[in-house]
């Protein structure tokens, strides 16, 4: 098998290369192809299952001449992205037809062609980050970043994804099935996808309350996000927490923390965790402008470049800590030279390759020599919470033309088209199928019912020995806690 | 005896650190060795041994207890608690903070989060003050936030309450604070065997503990039983004890004033009332059976702590008492309390500040409707 798939590469590569000569054996097929085929084929993912599905045949013999085909078309059009995937459809349709008239041995070229688009998806592509990094203490990294187009694909999805769920969590709030507090990330979304394309999971994110999208990048569903706000049983924090509780252990998310600047000292002790257990992970603890002036920020600050812990302070500078703007509460808004002895480093937040480009600098750093400070220029459109309208100590024009010069899809959206990644009308079809996404999720959200009363008393403790809890009414309502 | 022991101890010491830092087995067998010295006759250890006992045995059991404060490690522990534990366990597991507590009990809540289980010592519990959000929004709250996900197995220890001529800011007692919230233990422990049990049970436990010492016992001797020494004993936690049974009066009360009550009741008794001493070992979750059945047997109740009286600890246990076993009351419940004022300095005021054995006895015959003491006059 191994031998033959060489082989395979092989004539592959002298196909590409110009030699190739065309059997026509199966030209007469115009009238089934398929113009929409290339518009099914809209992630990489569903390739990759066909692919995988379509191997497990691998073992029939080769057509030659399909292969010529569908390469030798994908060779004569350019080699282009676009070539690729019209080839990949050509080849669905002869599949399809193959199996129908029972070729089965056309679907071993067919896995072929999608291997090799495959390959091509992943394959590197350098680009250059426009916003230069500012640094303190340290070297800045190299503006030329390495993505492929796999990973810009995802960085538009997942980015129009929580777009997209903050929106309808906009919409919950005034509709009022969401209660209380409700801080939305919309603007922000390039940090957390950033910083998740440069972590693994044996990385830890600690964050504040504006939490939904970060719960999200560390593996979260929409679902659960949702239904937390709604505070219904699906919740990730089964509805007992809220929007600014939102956790996921096993992801590395320790939160969604309700109380300004308390985050960063947990972040770094969970670092301390990491470090003790010998895990080799980072733990990136999240704050923004406002906390930037919190004691407990400088404390955590001198004990972890003291002990050496590998935490990586990640300001998210939105430049306005609920109503006042940074100038009116720091007297150094250089959030990044604030660490002092701590290097740190100033990142165009709203780029989600700078991010990712500063979040791995930082990483390597941080495992071998402590803490370092990455401000990310941010900007969120929605105010603090929803119970701030966020024009009362901004211009419209201000939040309006951050959206036009710097929004973060718009940016990937910009890359996708410009290096041939995506057409247009892909990039519609992923959005109404984020949009599809998000709006199945609402609706299941919607459908979770409340928890039971009786999760009142459950997780007061892990371990409650049956000691007695009251409700109100004393007389009425006593448990023994689990 | 303390001498022999002491003599002993200093063996096993160097037995255990004359290795290569003390490895679990070793330490096992040495201990099992040095309690074939302690054993028959019955010992005696302070409180400060029994603590700093059990936080060694904890440590050797399990890798992930680790301990972290202000000088706990080269100055070997303000109060000495954790003496010769940096030369045991080595510095990664005996950290020395800075002075920063907001700082550090947040890395300790930080890293019990992730599943290691510090101890964090406040040198006394009025500098916790400076780190209270941590304990209660970050380490109480979080199990019940996350709906189970994230636990906090986290003890934080300390001197909590009035020392000696340490005035206001440095004398006030928690117990009532912390005892309030859900998803905290409480724990306060008055003898050496309370400590012992109690610590082990506080290390091992998966939720966040708040362990209130008293640095006036800490020097104290108290006899202990094989079983107290034993690596594996620990005490259960929300349970009270029952230090002196009694008939006609029961005095429900924790830490230092469990020794007073002790001695009020060797003077009550010689007049004639027997009184029960319930040590309360647990602030939160707060033993009412164990209260309420004493009372329901005496049909009396004096509370007695040294903390400030409003909204204090014997507040909540008279508020159970009256709700619980109300008819089986002959007299009206009694709190002896500390005063309603920051802790004085001068040692006359600082007498009348806190409870004293005479304010105790006092109350006992009041509840007893005893007007004048009937003591039998005494050579």
């Given amino acids: ?482 | 005896m303390l001498a022999a022991f002491g003599k002993n101890r200093a063996l096993v010491s160097s037995l255990l650190r004359g290795g290569n830092g003390g490895d679990g087995a070793s330490a096992a067998a040495v201990w099992a060795v040095s309690k074939r010295f302690m054993s028959a006759s019955g010992d005696s250890i302070t409180v400060r041994e029994a603590l700093n006992s059990a936080i060694d045995e904890e440590m050797t059991a399990d890798s992930k207890v680790f301990v972290m404060g202000e000088e706990v490690g080269e100055y070997q522990g303000a109060y000495k608690v954790t003496k010769g534990l940096l030369q045991k366990f080595g510095p990664d597991r005996v950290l020395d903070t800075p002075i920063t507590e907001a700082g550090f009990t947040g890395l300790g809540v930080g890293a019990a989060m992730y599943g290691l289980k510090p101890i964090v010592e406040f040198m006394t519990f009025n500098f916790a003050m400076q780190a209270i959000d941590h304990l209660i929004n970050s380490a109480a709250k979080t199990n019940y936030m996350s709906g189970g996900t994230i636990n906090v197995p986290i003890v934080f220890r300390g001197p909590n309450g009035a020392a000696a001529g340490v005035a206001a800011q440095h004398s006030q007692c928690f117990a009532a604070w912390y005892g309030q919230v859900p998803g905290l233990k409480v724990l306060v422990p008055y003898d050496a065997e309370d400590a012992r049990g109690l610590m082990k049970a506080a290390i091992r436990d998966p939720d966040p503990v708040v362990f209130l010492e008293n640095e006036l016992l800490y020097g104290e001797s108290f006899p202990v039983s094989k079983e107290v020494l034993d690596p594996s004993f620990t005490l259960p936690i929300g349970k009270a004890k029952i230090m002196r049974e009694g008939s006609d009066l029961t005095i429900v009360t924790f830490s230092k004033m469990v020794g007073y009550a002790l001695k009020a009741a060797d003077e009550l008794a010689k007049e004639g009332i027997s009184v029960e001493v319930v040590n309360l070992r647990s602030i939160r979750p707060l033993d009412r059976e164990t209260i309420n059945a004493s009372v329901r047997k005496t049909s009396r109740l004096l509370c007695l702590e040294e903390g400030w009286p409003q909204h204090g600890v014997c507040a909540e246990i008279c508020a159970s008492v009256v709700e619980e076993s109300f008819y089986y009351l002959d007299a009206p419940v009694e709190r002896i309390c500390g005063a309603d004022v920051p802790m004085p300095y001068a040692a006359n005021l600082e007498r009348l500040a806190v409870p004293q054995i005479d304010d105790v006895i006092r109350a006992a015959r009041r509840i007893c409707f005893r007007k004048q003491d009937k003591r039998k006059a005494t050579a």
């Avoid at chain 1, 402008?289 to 004691?295: E, P, S, T, V």
Wanted: with cysteine.
């Fill in chain 1, 1 to 482: 098998m191994a031998k033959r798939m060489q082989g395979i590469m092989e004539s592959i590569q002298t196909l590409c290369s110009g030699d190739h000569g065309n059997e026509g054996f199966m030209q007469d097929d115009e009238d089934e192809e398929e113009e929409n085929g290339v518009g099914r084929l809209t992630s990489w993912a569903e390739l990759l299952g066909f692919g995988l599905a379509v191997f497990s045949e691998a073992i029939a013999p080769q057509l030659q001449c399909f292969c010529d085909r569908t390469l030798g078309f994908a060779v004569g059009q350019g080699g282009s992205r676009e070539a690729w995937i019209k080839a990949v459809a050509m080849a669905m349709s002869l599949v399809r037809k193959a199996v129908k008239k029972g070729w089965v041995g056309a679907l071993a070229p067919a896995a072929r062609v999608m291997s090799q688009a495959l390959s091509t998806a992943s394959e590197p592509i350098t680009l250059d980050i426009p916003v230069p990094f500012k640094a303190h203490k340290v070297e800045t990294p190299s503006v030329t970043v390495e993505t492929s187009a796999q990973e810009l694909t995802n960085f538009f999805k997942t980015m129009f994804i929580m777009r997209r769920m903050e929106i309808a969590a906009d919409s919950l709030y005034k509709s009022k099935f969401i209660r209380g507090f409700c801080h939305l990330y919309d603007g922000q979304e390039a940090v957390c996808v950033g910083m998740e394309a440069a972590l693994n999971d044996k990385d830890c994110i600690i964050t504040a309350y504006r939490d939904h999208c970060t719960h999200l990048g560390r593996g979260g569903s929409v679902l659960e996000v949702f239904a937390e706000l709604m505070g219904r049983k699906d919740g990730c924090s089964l509805g007992k927490g809220g929007s600014m509780h939102m956790y996921n252990k096993k992801g590395g998310f320790y939160g969604g923390n309700g109380i300004v600047g308390a985050q960063t000292p947990l972040g770094a002790g969970l670092a301390f965790a990491q470090k003790y257990l010998k895990v080799e992970g980072v733990t990136l603890a999240m704050y923004g402008d406002g906390a930037a002036n919190q004691g407990q920020l400088f404390e955590a600050m001198n004990i972890s470049a003291l002990w050496n812990l590998p935490v990586i302070y990640v300001c998210e500078n939105n430049h306005y800590g609920m109503g006042t703007a940074e100038w009116r509460s720091a007297k150094s808004p250089e959030y990044y030279k604030r660490g002092d002895y701590i290097p740190g480093l100033k990142v165009d937040g709203m780029d989600c390759l700078a991010v990712k480009q500063a979040v791995k600098y930082a990483k390597e750093y941080a495992l071998q020599n402590g803490p370092m400070v990455l401000e990310m220029d941010t900007y969120r459109y929605h105010g603090h919470s929803m119970s701030d309208p966020g024009s009362t100590y901004r211009t419209r024009d201000e939040i309006s033309g951050v959206r036009q010069e710097r929004d973060p899809i718009e940016r990937i959206r910009k890359l996708l088209l410009s290096n041939n990644i995506a057409t247009v009308a892909e990039l519609k079809t992923m959005e109404k199928e984020a949009k599809k996404e998000v709006e199945d999720a609402l609706s299941k959200a919607k459908e979770s019912p409340s928890p039971d009363s009786d999760e009142l008393f459950t997780h007061v403790y892990r371990k409650g020995y049956g000691a007695k809890a009251y409700g109100a009414d004393r007389k009425e309502v006593v448990v023994k806690l689990p």
